[in-house]
């Protein structure tokens, strides 16, 4: 089919948009921080659904621009965080409303999402994988550390999830630590930058991999100690990455041995770290087992908060339904 498909996720700090062509072409992609007070943590939901507004009539009057919009021929918005029924956060109250009035004004088809979803088919497409119909997947950000097991239907993904953290989230941990050295928030591009002037192997910080249950307070604590004690910040960054990594490696490989899947896709801001990934291949290299394990990594930009997925699942389910009417 000719013509595009809008994505929308109003997260809680990224507005996004995308538009894609039915046959997969990025024709448009917008993803604005949100901005976050210096020293402070985040945002309150209600401060972040005033940012989205504020944001949106720039994006909107941005595609009207460069956009023949007569060719959107669907919506698709990111609604709850998760596919699964009660999930619920006012920010994607934003992505919804937005969503539905674009689509009502245009008289397109509209559909919603998880972010959750979104997420795994932006971080799929770019990443050129997984190929087979079901796969494990990490999603670890900000506000999701989730070990899922998932399987690709029709229209979206049926998600199980098979693990998750008993206290911080992975980019909780970043965060904390990278504001606690000065850092700007979200702290990870600051401290990844950090980290790379940092000494390997000068400090090494706890980790908890209990099964399919991971934490990172145990760490949190070491690292608030190391800082109170003077230790240069640089190796105290490289510390950080190698205790998500050395983490993700456990984690990972209990997950398999439950499931028998070996086909992994990693997305978040978190996963968007090269020196995540490259420690993430050395702990496997250095494991000496044939597991047969594939990483699939989303591209940076779509690892982060999207639209993209959105715009990709629109399609999908337009696709789908058509195929039900045949």
Known sequence: MEGYALGIDTSCYTTSFAIMTFDGKLIYNSQIPLEVDKGKLGLRQSHA???????????????????????????????????????????????????????????????????????????????????????????????????????????GFHIDIIGGTQDLHAGQFVDRMGVAMGLEFPAGPHLEELAELGEEGVITLPIFVRGTTIGFSGAETYTKKLLKNGHRKEDIAISIYNCLADTLYKWLINGIEITRLTDVLLVGGVTSSNLLKRRLYTCFKKDGQNRDINLFFADPKFAKDNAIGAALLGIKYYEGMRNCEG
Not at 92 to 119: M, N, R, W
């Open 49 to 155: 659904i005033f940012k989205h507004l504020k944001n949106i009539p720039s994006i909107t009057g941005e595609i009207a621009q460069k956009v023949d919009t007569k060719k959107i021929k669907i919506v698709c918005s990111t609604t709850r965080p998760r596919p699964i029924k009660d999930s619920y956060m006012p920010v994607f109250v934003v992505s919804s409303v937005i969503g539905k009035t674009i689509a009502d004004f245009l008289s397109v088809p509209f559909y919603t999402v998880s972010h959750q979803e979104c997420h795994i088919m932006a971080g799929r497409y770019s990443a050129n994988g997984p190929h087979g119909n079901e796969f494990l997947a990490v999603h670890f950000s900000g506000g999701t550390s989730e070990l899922l097991k998932v399987l690709e239907l029709e229209s």
